[in-house]
Every structure is written in C-alpha cells, then in structure tokens.
C-alpha cells in the first residue's frame, strides 16, 4: 500500500497558515478544523515548517501562556520531514515512528498535495491486513 492511497480515500486538503499568525491563533485554527497540526508554507508552496499541538503545548511548558502571543515560526519544526505519494505506508510507518512524528506532509516536486497523519497509516495498514486474512480465510475454506 501506499501513501497515495490515504490521500485518495482522505482527499488532499491541507490547513496552513502564515508565518506571521499568532500561537493563539493557531491554536484556534487547529480546534476550528479539529486538527492536531497546520503547515506553514513557503511562497513556492512548499513546507517552511509544522506546528502541532504538542508544539504549542511545550512552549507553553516552557515560556508560559505569554507564549501564545508570539509568531508560530517562533516554535514550529523546521526543517519539515516529509513523504512522496509513491512512498510504500511501512516506510512511512516506520519514519514516523522512528522520529515520533504524527504528521507528516505529502510532497510532489517539493510543493505539499496532502498530510497524512500516524492515524490515517495505522488504518490504512490495519484495514491491508484484514483484506489479507479475509482472502486467507476464503482459500483455505476453498481448498478444503
């Protein structure tokens, strides 16, 4: 299976926002769309940096709930790790895991088309092997 298949089932909607938006705002943003993060995008288009949930939570850890008043490029992640649409999901399961990402956007000549998250791999990968073992099933009861 492969990333391609997420964005087709899930569509290619992306929620980004200016470097110049508040963490406040942000955090609006992400409850508005009931998201766990936003891009925030270069003039090319593509990914200058992510900023999750868990981002803003930490800063507030930080520096206080003052933080919020600050820029979002003042504690997204960049630079921004991401995936191709004929990425192979075990590849991209296992990127996320390994650098405890939950987001990761899907590029295509370096401008983002789409951002799957652990969620929609975890799915995806679970739904594979209930249509294997289904298909198991269905040739052994065949064969017998």
């Known amino acids: 299976m492969f990333v391609s298949q997420i964005l087709s089932i899930k569509g290619s909607d992306v929620v980004d926002v200016k ?12 409850t508005r769309h009931n998201i ?3 891009l925030i995008l270069d003039s090319s288009g593509a ?3 992510i900023l999750s949930e868990r981002d ?3 800063a507030i850890a930080k520096h206080g709930p003052e933080i919020l008043s600050k820029e979002v490029n003042y504690c997204m992640t960049s630079p921004v790790a991401a995936c191709e649409e004929e990425d192979a999901l075990e590849d991209v399961a296992e990127l ?13 000549k370096g401008r983002v088309i789409g951002l799957i ?5 975890v799915k995806s990968q679970i739904e594979e092997a209930m249509r294997e073992a ?6 052994i009861a065949a064969s017998s």
Request: net charge positive.
């Open 19 to 30: 470097r110049d938006v508040t963490l406040a705002e942000a955090s609006d943003i992400l």
């Open 36 to 38: 766990g993060a936003v």
């Open 47 to 49: 990914p200058a940096g």
């Open 56 to 58: 803003i939570v930490r």
């Open 96 to 108: 996320m895991t390994r650098r405890h990402f939950r987001h990761l956007p899907v590029v295509k």
């Open 117 to 121: 998250s652990i969620g929609d791999v």
């Open 134 to 139: 289904e298909a198991l099933k269905e040739y």
